[in-house]
């Protein structure tokens, strides 16, 4: 790990002028995903700024009937919330599918937003990696792909984004608030947060240099059967290979977002319509000009089938 410095933010002002004063800085929360990156070299910040007294750490209700959840909410207690629990039941089901407990309990809402990728490439600083190393090249193209992407790639990326949390945030279709370096506030659909590769995998969200998430919104519960499933290789501390993310009515109607298909949580809205009429009719637009490699063409059929027995379990 490389020498760095540290500063404790004391107010969300002075944690966004830091990060503007200091190029390269990275905040700082449960430290989850950062620290292991940064004791492998792939993330080298000069300076890291601690923003656990900012006092993001609580779920409030909003006045159209929501929830407005803190920053630096932990992945447990945001779990384990009875109105999470009650209303938004996706959320709970897909947080406590990730990771393990000892993580949870330090990982917060704006670091599960921002992990990333867990592909080997990415991690292995002796292969070509453009989104470790812009321009570099990307040894998964070609390479062992099994984990990596199916829709939504590039020909400079095919890494997927790994959190089952932002899954159900984007089936929620959940908005996350900030802070700008100059003090300016804005709101970003969770729809237009995450990236997709294109010829700038390193560029993974919206959000400008320095800027802070301050909470992340959820609308008015829409109610419906909400189930989260994550098809992977162990029963627990693995990433997914698939996952559904899936709000269904009574008649039949509802909402279906993917993880571990793409370089974001996936939803395409129009296949939606198709959700009355089953799992293939779904999938068929879900995963329309999807472009598997050989060693992950059977994400196709696996989407379809976790799809058709999320469905079956909301019908029963």
């Known amino acids: 790990m490389r020498a760095f410095s540290y500063e404790r933010a004391s107010s969300p002002a002075q944690a966004v002028a830091a990060a503007a004063r200091e190029p390269g800085a990275r905040f700082i929360a449960g430290g989850t995903n950062l620290l292991?990156?940064?004791?492998?070299?792939?993330?080298?910040?000069?300076?890291l700024i601690d923003v656990n007294g900012l006092g993001f750490d609580k779920i409030e209700s909003t006045s159209d009937g929501g929830l407005r959840i803190g920053a630096l909410v932990r992945n447990t207690d945001l779990a384990a919330d009875l109105r999470v629990r009650r209303d938004y039941g996706l959320l709970s089901r897909a947080l406590l599918a990730g990771a393990s407990a000892q993580l949870r309990n330090k990982a917060t809402t704006a670091g599960n937003?921002?992990?990333?990728?867990?592909?080997?490439?990415?991690?292995?600083?002796?292969?070509?990696?453009?989104?470790?190393?812009?321009?570099?090249g990307c040894s998964a193209i070609?390479?062992?792909?099994?984990?990596?992407?199916?829709?939504?790639?590039?020909?400079a990326c095919i890494a997927t984004?790994?959190?089952?949390?932002?899954?159900?945030?984007?089936?929620?279709?959940?908005?996350?608030?900030?802070?700008?370096?100059?003090?300016?506030?804005?709101t970003i659909p969770i729809a237009d947060f995450h990236k997709l590769p294109g010829a700038?995998?390193?560029?993974?969200?919206?959000?400008?240099?320095?800027?802070?998430?301050?909470?992340?919104?959820?609308?008015?519960p829409v109610g419906g059967q909400q189930i989260y499933r994550k098809v992977r290789d162990r029963a627990s501390y693995a990433f997914a290979l698939v996952s559904v993310?899936?709000?269904?009515?009574?008649?039949?109607?509802?909402?279906?977002?993917?993880?571990?298909?793409?370089?974001k949580p996936w939803r395409v809205e129009a296949a939606e319509a198709e959700m009355p009429r089953g799992a293939r009719a779904v999938a068929a637009q879900l995963?329309?000009?999807?472009?598997?490699?050989?060693?992950n063409e059977f994400k196709l059929m696996l989407a379809e089938r976790t799809l058709g027995a999320v469905l079956a379990q909301a019908k029963a």
């Open 36 to 47: 292991d990156l940064m004791k492998l070299e792939i993330e080298t910040p000069g300076h």
């Open 113 to 136: 937003l921002l992990q990333r990728t867990r592909c080997p490439y990415f991690y292995d600083t002796n292969q070509a990696c453009n989104k470790r190393q812009p321009g570099s």
């Open 142 to 155: 070609g390479g062992v792909s099994r984990q990596h992407a199916v829709v939504g790639a590039s020909d």
């Open 161 to 186: 984004h790994p959190s089952d949390m932002a899954v159900a945030m984007r089936a929620l279709d959940a908005s996350v608030e900030t802070m700008r370096p100059n003090g300016s506030r804005r």
């Open 200 to 220: 700038t995998p390193h560029v993974e969200t919206a959000l400008e240099s320095g800027e802070l998430i301050t909470a992340v919104t959820l609308p008015k």
């Open 245 to 263: 993310a899936a709000i269904v009515q009574r008649d039949g109607t509802g909402r279906v977002a993917l993880g571990g298909v793409a370089h």
């Open 287 to 295: 995963l329309a000009g999807a472009s598997p490699t050989s060693h």
